[in-house]
Every structure is written in structure tokens, then in C-alpha cells.
């Protein structure tokens, strides 16, 4: 199955500064696919390629095998929110989705329909410079979605969103996903996008340094971890050190933190010290694998699943 965005040597440069170097992922269709970096490392300036909005100084960005531009109607294809501010300030918000229609070649009357959809009905008649920044962020994606696109692309689209919000934001994610969408959206913030997402783009640095399912990528980058309560903490950390393991020790418990073995490794290595365990749980962590991941790892690159 072709990939429904696909970067091949995606490379951008500003005058001396190395954006994005040499990209190469594809995203699956129908699947939510995060687009993890810290911030600086290309996110903005990928997804903007993609769109059309910033050109490739070498390599390409595909839409579903083409150009953005090759596509006879984008909107239909591909729907972007990539900035809150992206509607003028002093136009109402049901005026602003009605123009964005109006280009897409939609109905204007979809404009209501999606103004309820992000929960914005009862302000369609107010300007948007007035809107907070989650308030945006809903207008922003209900622009995204006039053309009914078959993919999504988001930058940071939790910004400024309450708890509330964010929990609003995941489920309606997961709806395009139920619908048959690709999604493919951004952040720096592991706890927005851990158990949404089904797939893993990341950058560093301005490098793609894993592609592939979040699963595969928490595996490659051992973002998994061994919580351990014991009688003799101490005892257990110094045999688990020997054994190549790493320990953190919880301020004023009794808990090991233990990385890069296993469950049942740190299991044994107790018995045979006769140290008594009172828990052991194996964790896996998508923080831990992005930690490990973005930190300065030059040499890594490519496929993770």
C-alpha cells in the first residue's frame, strides 16, 4: 500500500542553518501517527513542506504519491492547522470557516456543522481576536477540516487546550482514525500524544532518528523500566549495577527504578542475593524511549518497526 505521506531525502536549508537534513518516513494510512522533537528540531518546517508552504531545498514531500500541488483539489486531500493565529483577528469565527469553504469549493452551511463540531457554536459570531488560544486552536481545525479531507495534519494542536480539551482533542483524533483518516500530528510533549497514538515519527537535531510503530520505538530505545520494592534497596541496586542495569532510587521509599533489564532478570538477580521483593512491575514508557532517543544521538537514524 502506497504511504499516504511519504519524505524522500527531505532536506531544507536556511542560508547556514541545517532545518531538516535528509529525511526519509512514510505514514501508514488510517492511522494516527505522532511527529515527536523537541522544539527547534523541524517539526514546523517538515509539515510546511508537505504543504506546500516552504520549499524542499532537495528531496520531496508526497501526498498520497504527489506534490501537493499535483492534487486538482487539496482541501479534499489534506486538511492543515499548523497555526492557531491562522484567521484574521477581526473577522467573526463563522465568517472565517465560511471563506476557507468558499476556497475549498464546499457548501457555505458546512460552516455551521463544523463550528459545532469543535464546539465553537455558541461564539460563531464573535471575532477571533478575542478567542483564547484553545479557542484558536478549535477554529484552526475546523478550517483544517472544510474540504473533508482524507488526511489530517496538525502542529501542536493540545496548545492551549484545558484538561478538558485535551481529552476532547485525543477523542476526536480517534475518531478520524475509526473513519478511515490519516493523521499525522505533532508535539513536544510526550503526555499528549502517549496511548493515542499508533505510530512514531521522530526528529533531532533536524534528523529522523526513528520511524516506525510506538511499540517498535520504545523496544529499540529501551523506554521500558522495572519498578522494584524490596527489603535490602541497596543491596538489590549494587547486584543490579554489576549486572549492567541502571537503578534510580525513589527519595524515601523503599522503590528501584531499574533500566535495561528485564522483569524477570532483576526477578533473578534478587533470589540469588536473597533479597525479598515486594513488587516488581515491568512499565513501558514512551518518555523514556523519546529521552533516550533525542538526546545527542547523530549516528542513529532509519527504521525502528
Excluded at 486552536?137 to 480539551?165: F, H, K, S, T, W
Excluded at 527519595?251 to 542475593?273: C, F, M, P, S, W
Amino acid at each position: 500500500m502506497r504511504p499516504m505521506l511519504q519524505a524522500r531525502g527531505l532536506t531544507k536549508r536556511y542560508d547556514s542553518v541545517l532545518a531538516v537534513s535528509n529525511a526519509n518516513f512514510a505514514v501508514r494510512s488510517g492511522a494516527i501517527t505522532g511527529f515527536l522533537g523537541p522544539n527547534g528540531a523541524g517539526k514546523s518546517t517538515t509539515m510546511r513542506m508537505f504543504l506546500g508552504l516552504d520549499s524542499p531545498t532537495s528531496g520531496s514531500a508526497l501526498i498520497d504519491g504527489k506534490r501537493i500541488d499535483e492534487w486538482p483539489a487539496p482541501a479534499r486531500k489534506v486538511g492543515a492547522a499548523l497555526d492557531p493565529q491562522c484567521v484574521h483577528p477581526s473577522r467573526r469565527a463563522i465568517d472565517s470557516v465560511r471563506w476557507a469553504a468558499h476556497l475549498a469549493g464546499v457548501e457555505r452551511k458546512q460552516a455551521e456543522v463544523l463550528l459545532d463540531r469543535v464546539g465553537l457554536t455558541e461564539v460563531a459570531g464573535e471575532r477571533a481576536g478575542r478567542f483564547s488560544l484553545g479557542m484558536k486552536q478549535r477554529l484552526a481545525l475546523a478550517v483544517a477540516l472544510v474540504g473533508n479531507p482524507e488526511i489530517v495534519i496538525l502542529d501542536e494542536p493540545m496548545n492551549g487546550l484545558d484538561p478538558d480539551g485535551i481529552r476532547w482533542m485525543k477523542a476526536l483524533l480517534c475518531q478520524f482514525r475509526d473513519q478511515g483518516r490519516t493523521v499525522f500530528v505533532s508535539s513536544h510533549l510526550l503526555a499528549e500524544l502517549e496511548g493515542l497514538v499508533d505510530d512514531l515519527v521522530v526528529i533531532a537535531q533536524s534528523k529522523i532518528v526513528g520511524n516506525g510503530s510506538a511499540e517498535a520505538f520504545i523496544r529499540r530505545f529501551q523506554g521500558q523500566s522495572v519498578v522494584v520494592g524490596c527489603d535490602e534497596p541497596r543491596l538489590l541496586a549494587e547486584a543490579v549495577i554489576r549486572a549492567g542495569g541502571r537503578v534510580k532510587r525513589d527519595t524515601g521509599q523503599q522503590l528501584l527504578h531499574v533500566t535495561g533489564l528485564t522483569a524477570v532478570e532483576v526477578g533473578k538477580i534478587a533470589r540469588d542475593n536473597k533479597v525479598a521483593l515486594f513488587e516488581l512491575q515491568e512499565k513501558r514508557s514512551l518518555q523514556l524511549a523519546f529521552t533516550q532517543a533525542t538526546a545527542d544521538r547523530s549516528g542513529i537514524r532509519g527504521e525502528v518497526g
